[in-house]
């Protein structure tokens, strides 16, 4: 199986008849996602951060009714009391049910939602044939398309949470394919002191789709500095487990020994006590220790650094690293939905893919930032405080989701997705 996955072509807003094709892709994709649930996994929502998988089947549909559909006059809806209940955070346009009580909606259906995804796909296919959705409507698609893509990795996430959670603790799927990793040796790269262009140029007044919080494009001072070729491996950090590292607060910042305190965290998301085995979306599996760590929050990640007498990588290092670097890794694509060894050769590698990369930078505006216009401007704006930003993608995430530009976000508690670390130091 190759897991070298290159990027698709930059989605654009036009023409209406290859974005109808992406459109059912798209949404195809995220069915074929949910297919292997029972209608009882669909509805399980196992912490306040996750949702269950029937409400990002409705949810993402929601937002094509919402911000698609409802765009041409005297648009009706398929069920007016669905837009409560599946209304995620658009304060703008009215309230929405609280969000770690998702788990409670046992009705609608699985069948129903199901059924409303089908009604709104044959809607937004038909008005795309005939032309009939404005410009900005078919903007608001284009969005819409990629904000189904990161339902498609946390639907993934949050289901591996939850049958993790699970005293059975079963497999999401049997038939998941197993890569052994081999982890390159460890090396330092250095960059000069040097001035570089970050960011992406403003969508959609630029053809090539990039989410608000990506732009403007700006220069940025990026100091002398070495990166890791690679991402710290599982065998890496499971020294670190095993050298006390959870037990010794100098490592940790201040909130974070409280949290592993108070949550008694003695290794990763789901590793086993005895630091020899790992729980996937393909059910319990032997720690690989070539594989890159992952699901480690950004208090583990900076710990393991500190340890390690280095540092995480500003997001502006990550991105600088990227220049001239072809997008390609272990996305979702591959098939596997786990993190394994480096597919390609070269100085540096597995910049994309296998696991999101958290950087030391807080995730907040650049300079010049500006939101989506109306209501999707509460996009990613008002979520820049407290957050901390990751890069690179994941094994869950669509190979055409992604850009060198895309800044991902959580909160440095945050454990449950597909995250790990890549070490950076300051020059000598």
Not at 111 to 125: C, G, K, M, P, T
Not at 326 to 335: I, Q, V, Y
Request: charged share 20%; aromatic share 12%.
């Amino acid at each position: 199986m190759n897991t070298a996955v290159a990027a698709a072509p930059p989605l654009t807003a036009a023409p209406p008849s290859s974005l109808a094709a992406r459109y059912a892709g798209v949404r195809a994709r995220t069915v074929a996602l949910a297919a292997p649930l029972s209608a009882e996994d669909a509805m399980v929502q196992s912490m306040a951060d996750a949702s269950p998988a029937k409400w990002h089947l409705a949810h993402t549909t929601w937002f094509f009714e919402r911000f698609v559909l409802a765009t041409r006059p005297g648009y009706a809806p398929i069920d007016a009391d669905w837009h409560y209940l599946f209304n995620s955070y658009y304060q703008s346009i009215g309230p929405a049910h609280a969000r770690p009580q998702r788990g409670l909606l046992s009705r609608p259906s699985l069948e129903e939602v199901l059924e409303f995804r089908a009604r709104i796909d044959q809607r937004v296919i038909t008005a795309l044939q005939a032309g009939s959705l404005s410009e900005q409507a078919r903007h608001q698609l284009l969005l819409g398309l990629h904000h189904e893509q990161q339902h498609q990795e946390l639907l993934l996430t949050d289901i591996k949470h939850a049958f993790w959670s699970n005293p059975l603790q079963p497999a999401y799927r049997e038939d998941l394919a197993v890569a052994p990793a081999r982890a390159l040796p460890l090396q330092w790269l250095s960059s000069p002191e040097q001035i570089v262009e970050i960011g992406a140029p403003v969508w959609p007044t630029q053809p090539t789709f990039a989410y608000d919080n990506e732009s403007p494009v700006h220069r940025a001072l990026v100091p002398a500095h070495a990166l890791a070729n690679r991402p710290v491996s599982n065998d890496e950090y499971r020294r670190f487990v095993q050298a006390g590292g959870y037990r010794e607060p100098r490592w940790w910042m201040s909130e974070g020994w409280t949290l592993c305190q108070d949550q008694r965290w003695q290794h990763p998301l789901y590793w086993d006590d005895a630091l020899e085995r790992e729980f996937t979306l393909g059910g319990w599996r032997p720690l690989d220790p070539h594989a890159p760590v992952c699901h480690l929050s950004y208090f583990e990640a900076d710990a393991y650094a500190r340890w390690q007498e280095a540092r995480l990588p500003t997001e502006f290092e990550w991105e600088a690293a990227t220049a001239g670097r072809p997008l390609r890794g272990r996305f979702a694509d591959s098939d596997q939905l786990h993190p394994g060894g480096a597919e390609e050769s070269g100085d540096i590698v597995q910049l994309f893919g296998d696991v999101w990369e958290w950087t030391s930078s807080a995730y907040g505006p650049y300079p010049g930032f500006r939101t989506f216009p109306g209501n999707l401007g509460e996009y990613n704006g008002k979520f820049m405080c407290g957050q901390w930003v990751l890069r690179g993608g994941s094994c869950a995430t669509p190979a055409d989701h992604l850009r060198a530009s895309y800044r991902n976000f959580f909160a440095p508690s945050a454990r449950w997705q597909f995250a790990g670390l890549r070490l950076a130091r300051d020059a000598a």
